[in-house]
């Protein structure tokens, strides 16, 4: 059978019309991109960057869910909050912790 007989059947036209009317309905034309914006880190320790991604903040609680991307090799972790001159921070790494300030953060696009 050809793609010519198929088209002249009256149930295949229908059925060809009814995928067009499903998938606008499925994919709009105008569809509005939904931005989302991240607060990043990057930070140089020992031998290399280490970027972190804020996930979530909750001061009342004092701590921070952030992700952690060093040397490509991504983890999320949880930290609590310290205060010093009314700046936010929290430590990471060891033996000698590094002191992130949440004032050094930047949203990104």
Sequence with gaps: MTYKILEENPAFRA????????AKQLMPHTV????IYMSE???????????FNIIELDVNAGKITVNINNQGK????????YVSDDCL?????SP??????LSDFKEIR
Excluded: A, Q, W
């Design 15 to 22: 059925g060809k019309e009814y995928g067009k009317l499903l």
């Design 32 to 35: 509005k991109k939904r931005e």
């Design 41 to 51: 880190n990057r930070v140089f320790i020992n031998d290399g960057y280490v970027v």
């Design 74 to 81: 991504h983890s999320i972790d949880t930290f609590p909050l």
């Design 89 to 93: 921070y929290f430590e990471y790494g």
């Design 96 to 101: 000698i912790p590094e002191k992130i300030y």
